[in-house]
């Protein structure tokens, strides 16, 4: 079975400052990955994905995230925050048809 | 616009009562799916369904019910059963598939008094 951490529950920035959410997962084969983002009292939207080829990913919103086969991992980053990213983040893995496993969420809060 | 539906917004209701959530969506989607949210805890998926007239268990099923008559339904039924029904419900659907992107609604907060 596949499993997902997310390395950091809350993460504190000051605006225009860079940030990185870290996940990482566990699977025996081939994953497909995922990052979705949920503003308060809101369903989750998709910020990107990745299914195959490039490693590097590019979403929504000036967000992007490295896939790293070799550490398992898939952490997203973004080079200058607003406070309107002030939300919680999502990383997910599908590997089985049907349905996928979510972490438990980072709550990213962005100062002035 | 396409997309999902969750109806309503907000529900209050008594210890002891069945409630049902709606969850309806217009992406012609074939898999649709129930999770719930409490604070820190990420999301548990409850029930899903990958096609119409079929769905399966997920990881915290007990006191709840689904039906999925319809493809563009997939209703939530919280029973008296379930020991502690307060909390965020979202409901999803996805194309079908291994790929698995979900696509989610609004949301339901229901709280029981």
């Known amino acids: 079975a596949q499993s997902v951490t997310q390395l950091d529950s809350q993460v504190p920035v000051f605006e225009e400052a860079p940030v990185e959410l870290r996940c990482n997962y566990s699977s025996s084969v081939s994953v497909y990955l995922f990052w979705y983002v949920q503003y308060p009292n809101q369903g989750l939207q998709l910020l990107l994905k990745y299914l195959s080829g490039s490693t590097l990913v590019k979403g929504i919103n000036g967000f992007e995230a490295e896939f790293n086969k070799s550490q398992t991992s898939f952490h997203l980053r973004k080079p200058s925050v607003h406070i309107s990213d002030t939300a919680e983040y999502f990383c997910?893995?599908?590997?089985?048809?049907?349905?996928?496993?979510f972490g438990d969420g980072t709550t990213l809060t962005v100062k002035p | 616009d396409g997309g999902i539906t969750q109806s309503p917004k907000y529900l209050f209701r008594k210890e002891g009562q069945n409630v049902t959530l709606s969850c309806e969506q217009n992406l012609n989607h074939d898999a649709m799916y129930w999770y719930r949210q409490d604070p820190g805890q990420g999301l548990r998926l409850i029930y899903y369904?990958?096609?119409?007239?079929?769905?399966q268990k997920g990881d915290i099923a007990e006191g709840y019910s689904v039906s999925r008559e319809k493809k563009e339904s997939f209703p939530l039924t919280v029973t008296s059963a379930q020991k502690n029904p307060t909390a965020f419900y979202l409901c999803?659907?996805?194309?079908?598939?291994?790929?698995?992107?979900?696509?989610f609604g609004p949301g339901t907060r229901l709280t029981v008094l």
């Open positions: 997910a893995v599908s590997v089985n048809a049907g349905k996928s496993t």
């Open positions: 999803a659907s996805s194309i079908g598939g291994q790929v698995n992107e979900q696509f």
């Open positions: 369904s990958q096609i119409v007239n079929d769905f």
